[in-house]
Structures are given as C-alpha cells and as structure tokens.
C-alpha cells in the first residue's frame, strides 16, 4: 500500500522540479485514493497558476506516468498510484444510484436516472468502454428495461437472454421504431392523466444502450433522427440512451447529438481534438483501462470504473 510518506516525498520531488522550472510556490494537501493521488499546489506571488499547468509533461517524467493538471479552485496535480489498490465491485455497494465507479476518495460514484436521462460515453480501444457499459448494465438490471443495439456483434451478445440485442440493420430499425412508439404512447398517456412524468404511470424506464455509435451513424442514416429524437423526449416519457463510440470526433459527435448529451463519461482519447469534441481536457491522460472523467453531476470527476468479472 503506497504510505503517507511516499506521497510526501513525491511531494518534494514536485516542488523541486517546479522551483528548477522557476515556480514559487507548495504542495498545501496530498489526497491519498486507491487510484489517485492529488497534489493541491499553492503558487507563489506573482505565478500564474496556467503557466504552471502547462508544466505537467515536466511533472509526468518525474514518475514516468502522465500526471494530469486541472485548475479548478486553485491547482491540483493527479497522479496515478502505482500499482493502484485494486477494490473489488461486489465490495462496493453504493446506498442509491447505479454504480458507475469509484471517485477519487474512493468512494461510489452513482447515477440517478433522473438526473441524467441520457449518458455519451467516449475512449479508445482498449480504455475500457465495454466494461464500462457491464457495469452500468449490472446495476441497470431489475430497474429498468434494457435493450440494446451491437452492430459488431462483440460486447452486447452475452446479454441476448437477458434482454433484445439487435445487429442486424432491419432489426436495429425495428427496436428504434418501437422505442419511438412508446414514448409517443407514454406522452399520450401522461396527457390524459394530467401529469408531466412517467413515473405517474407506474412504468419501468426504457433504456437502449447502442455500442458503437459510429457504426450505426453510418450503417443506418436515418438513425441519428431517432436518436436525436429520443434523446429531446425522453426524459419525461422514461426512455434513456447510452451512447457508446470509440471515435468521438465531429463527424461522429454532431453538435445537435453534443447538445442533447450534456452528460458524458470518457476514458483515455486519442488526441486534442477528441478532447474538445467531448469537453473534455485532459482526457489524453488518462491510464488505461477504468481511469476516467465523468460528468454526471454538473462537473467533471475523474473516477475508476472496477472491473467487471460477470
């Protein structure tokens, strides 16, 4: 287990190269997590805290990891434990929500459904998109209805008994049309009776996870219209998407796809324009597989989704 005195001795080693850099200023706090350390910096008089950002490449080849910058409040420096603590996820029981990670603390970062209808997950091969959707699906289970789309064939086909996974483009049309067909009728619904929500209706929620956007975006053209459409209604009527892509640049991530998305989980990107496509800087830092930047709750964390083991 990495000790306290670890931590302040790397401590010391970021002064130190920041004072070779000619910065003034201290480390005021060290949080130890089971992933992250976080160094808060006090800059000295005079420092510009974005200078000092941009330094992080300087602060990465100290621990020969990427550290990761972020002026919030003040600058803090995150810098990935080395070998993490590794915490199980049948150990980790959050007491409401749908777990979706750790935080940096260590602590079960959750999902409210009714908080985020609608969830834009973006990383590169390899930082771990598919785990993440088992365990949203994990939690997902017994609280809402799912179906999903899976072009590929790959990350979705062990869930075919538990619930419709469409791959093949006329079934993809199919289940589309049918999420669409419900929300109408919940809208018509929730009009007679008079209320604004679902939940009047005593529905489940519908939730469609679609693996790989891109392949559907370009395989089926009239699918961002449905997506579009379900991600502007769905909210109140219950029906969610989780939208999953490898490849979230601007031709992939339209702005009008952007707008209806404001809530979003990203693993490592490939480069600065994947970054800016999701709003996300610094995600090009982030240590395959689980590390991540979420946004669920109005400001970027970054967190750790555990693995998923079935």
């Known amino acids: 287990m990495q000790s306290v005195e670890r931590a302040k001795e790397m401590a010391r080693a970021i002064e130190k190269k920041l004072a070779e850099l000619g910065v003034s200023g201290h ?7 089971p992933y992250i350390i976080t160094f808060y910096y006090k800059a000295g008089k005079g420092q510009r805290i974005r200078q000092i950002a941009s330094l992080e490449d300087d602060i990465s080849a100290l621990f020969s990891i990427d550290v990761r910058a972020v002026i919030e409040r003040g600058l803090r420096l995150e810098v990935p434990r080395v ?3 590794d915490i199980p996820l049948k150990d980790i029981n959050p007491t409401s929500g749908i777990l979706v990670g750790l935080d940096k603390e260590g602590l079960p970062y959750t999902l409210d459904l009714d908080k985020v209808p609608h969830l834009l997950i973006g990383g590169t091969t390899g930082a771990g998109k598919s785990n993440l959707i088992h365990v949203l699906i ?5 609280r809402a209805r799912l179906f999903g789309i899976d072009f590929k064939r790959v990350e979705l086909g062990m869930y075919k008994e538990s619930f419709k996974v469409a791959v093949e483009e006329n079934e993809v049309k199919e289940l589309l049309s049918m999420l669409l067909s419900e929300m109408d009728s919940r809208y018509r619904k929730m009009e007679e009776m008079g209320v604004n929500n679902y939940r009047h209706l005593s529905l489940l929620p519908w939730i469609c996870i679609i693996d790989e956007y891109a392949e559907l ?5 009239e699918a961002e219209k ?10 109140a009527s219950g029906i969610h998407l989780i939208v999953s892509t490898q490849r979230p640049d601007s031709r992939i991530i339209s702005p009008i796809i952007k707008a209806n998305f404001p809530f979003r989980i990203v693993l490592r990107l490939a480069g600065a324009g994947d970054e800016k496509v999701m709003d996300c800087k610094g ?18 964390e ?3 989704v555990p693995y998923f083991d079935g």
């Not at 480390?27 to 997590?33: E, F, L, P, R, T």
């Open 27 to 33: 480390i005021s706090d060290i949080s130890i997590g």
């Open 83 to 85: 070998p993490p603590l």
């Open 138 to 142: 994990r939690g997902l289970k017994g």
């Open 217 to 221: 975006k370009f395989l089926f053209k």
């Open 226 to 235: 449905a997506v579009i459409r379900i991600a502007q209604l769905g909210r």
């Open 283 to 300: 995600a090009r830092r982030l240590i395959p597989p689980g590390d991540a930047l979420a946004n669920l709750k109005g400001e970027w």
């Open 302 to 304: 970054r967190i750790h």
